[in-house]
């Protein structure tokens, strides 16, 4: 099985898409939707913006690490969820996530790391609340593989955030790789296609087909 985290402002529809045209009829995609529905967008563009950051729901500034932590039970709730009531195969999940989901799917795997097979980043963001610098050697205590992957052109999320968490995945000396790309600056399909087959078929991290991700 696979948990599959959105993006900011986005629904469960995107990711859902790219996951049907893989056609992997033996694969079950889980992709909630994250917790906090962005009102004034919502409003604004006439359809429904989610999103999982203590922002949206305006906490205070005691309560964002909280917040967050309650997200990333609210996903990791969700899987244990479909886990119960659909016929999943017994087999710990792929955490992946694009932007936002990107680094809630480090929250979920750091916070439920013995039940977590790999996890795949794409375009994350990050916030500190979060203390990734605290949480990530357990990926390396537990051989969580971890594959980062990041436009150098992003202008979303700019590349500086993830030079700062491959500073931190290899302060904590994880099994990972990080992959940066040239092209579609703030996208996932392409990369996250690429990513999600070697990660299915168990390729290590240290393997050599991990570096060839991105044209």
């Not at 006439?46 to 997200?71: F, G, N, Q, W, Y």
Request: charged share 25%; glycine share 4%; with cysteine.
């Amino acid at each position: 099985p696979v948990l599959l985290l959105h993006g900011n402002g986005q629904t469960p529809e995107l990711m859902l898409r790219w996951a049907k045209s893989l056609q992997m009829a033996d694969v079950a995609f889980i992709c909630p939707e994250a917790p906090y529905t962005k009102v004034r967008e919502s409003i604004a563009d006439h359809t429904l913006r989610l999103s999982a950051a203590p922002d949206d729901i305006a906490a205070p500034s005691e309560m964002r690490a909280k917040v967050m932590e309650a997200s990333a039970d609210w996903y990791f709730a969700a899987f244990e969820e479909a886990r119960r009531n659909l016929p999943l195969y017994d087999e710990k999940p792929i955490v992946m996530g694009f932007s936002q989901g990107g680094y809630y799917a480090s929250m979920v795997a750091t916070r439920h790391v013995d039940k977590v097979r790999s996890l795949v980043m794409l375009s994350a963001s990050y916030y500190p609340e979060a203390q990734m610098e605290v949480h990530a050697e357990k990926l390396r205590r537990y051989e969580v593989d971890v594959l980062h992957t990041h436009g150098r052109n992003d202008p979303t999320v700019p590349f500086a955030t993830a030079e700062r968490i491959e500073s931190m995945l290899a302060s904590a000396q994880t099994r990972h790789v990080f992959v940066p790309y040239e092209r579609r600056p703030h996208t996932h399909e392409d990369n996250l296609t690429r990513a999600f087959l070697l990660v299915l078929r168990g390729v290590p991290v240290a393997h050599a087909a991990w570096l060839d991700l991105v044209d």
